[in-house]
C-alpha cells in the first residue's frame, strides 16, 4: 500500500533513511509527535514509509545520536523532550535567559549557610581560608520541570546581610543590583561533561550517573570576584549555544 509518505520517499534522491528522518524530525517539530510520545514501532513505520527494517533502524539510530529520540529495551523508542538552549555569548542570568524564552520560572532553596572558607574554597574565592562566605544551593525549575542545581557562593564582606529568602521569587542578579548596587564586569565559566551523583539525580528526578553539565562560574565586579558558583544541569534538557566571533 503507497502512503504519502512512501511517494514522497520515491521522489527524492536523497537516501531514503535520511528522508524517514527528516519526516520524523518534523513531526516532532509541529507537535504531531509530542514530547515523550512513543513512536510507532519498526514493524509499523516499516508499514509507514514502504521501506525496509535496516533502514528505519538506520534512521533511528542517527535520531538517537543526536538526542532526539532516545530507545528503552522492552519499552521501544521514545520522542525526547526539547532541550532547553542557553545562550552563553555574553553576560545572562538563568531567570531572564528562560523569561525571554516564555518558560515558567521557579525556584527551591535546598539549603543556606554562613561557613569559613578552607583552602580550595579560598583558593577559589581567591580569599584568605577561613574568611565568611555565604554559600547557598538552589534548584531551578523551568515548567515545573527541574532542570538545574546551582551551589552559590558569595564573600560575606561584600554582602553582610544577604537575605537568601528573597530567592524564592527574585533572581539573584536582580537582586545584587537592586539591593547591593553590583555592577557587573565580567564572569568567566568552565563546562564539563559528568554523571549525575546519588543527591543530584534526586533534585533533578533523574538516574544516578545520567549525563549532565558541570558549569563552574567565576563573576566579577570592578576585577574583584563577587560569586563563584558549581551547577548541574540535565543533560537531556539542557544545552549550551556559544557564539564564536
Known amino acids: 500500500m503507497m502512503t504519502k509518505y512512501s511517494q514522497q520517499l520515491l521522489e527524492s534522491r536523497i537516501p531514503v533513511y535520511i528522508q524517514v528522518m527528516d519526516s520524523l524530525i518534523a513531526q516532532m517539530e509541529d507537535g504531531t509527535i509530542p514530547d515523550e510520545m512513543r513512536l510507532p514501532s519498526e514493524r509499523e513505520l516499516c508499514d509507514i514509509y514502504s521501506v525496509s527494517r535496516t533502514t528505519i533502524r538506520q534512521a533511528l539510530k542517527e535520531l538517537e545520536k543526536d538526542g532526539l529520540v532516545r530507545t528503552y529495551k522492552g519499552r521501544g523508542t521514545f520522542a525526547t523532550a526539547k ?57 531551578r525549575y523551568v515548567d515545573a520541570e527541574p532542570i538545574f542545581i546551582v551551589t552559590t557562593n558569595l564573600p560575606y564582606k561584600r554582602f553582610p546581610d544577604f537575605d537568601a529568602k528573597r530567592l524564592a521569587s527574585e533572581s539573584l542578579y536582580t537582586m545584587l543590583i537592586n539591593s547591593y548596587n553590583v555592577t557587573f564586569s565580567e564572569a568567566k565559566e568552565t563546562l564539563q561533561s559528568v554523571c549525575a551523583l546519588r543527591n ?46
Open 200 to 245: 543530584e539525580a534526586e533534585l533533578l528526578q533523574m538516574k544516578c550517573g545520567d549525563p549532565c553539565m558541570k558549569i563552574d562560574r567565576y563573576t566579577y565586579e570592578k576585577g574583584e570576584l563577587i560569586e563563584y558558583a558549581v551547577g548541574i544541569a540535565r543533560g537531556d534538557k539542557f544545552e549550551y549555544n556559544i557564539k564564536l566571533k
Open 83 to 139: 532541550r532547553i538552549n542557553q545562550d552563553m555569548s555574553s553576560m545572562y542570568s538563568f531567570t531572564e535567559s528562560m523569561k525571554r524564552l516564555g518558560k515558567k520560572i521557579s525556584t527551591k532553596l535546598v539549603d543556606f549557610s554562613e561557613v569559613k572558607c578552607d583552602g580550595r574554597t579560598a583558593r577559589k574565592m581567591q580569599c584568605n581560608t577561613g574568611e565568611s562566605i555565604h554559600r547557598f544551593t538552589r534548584v
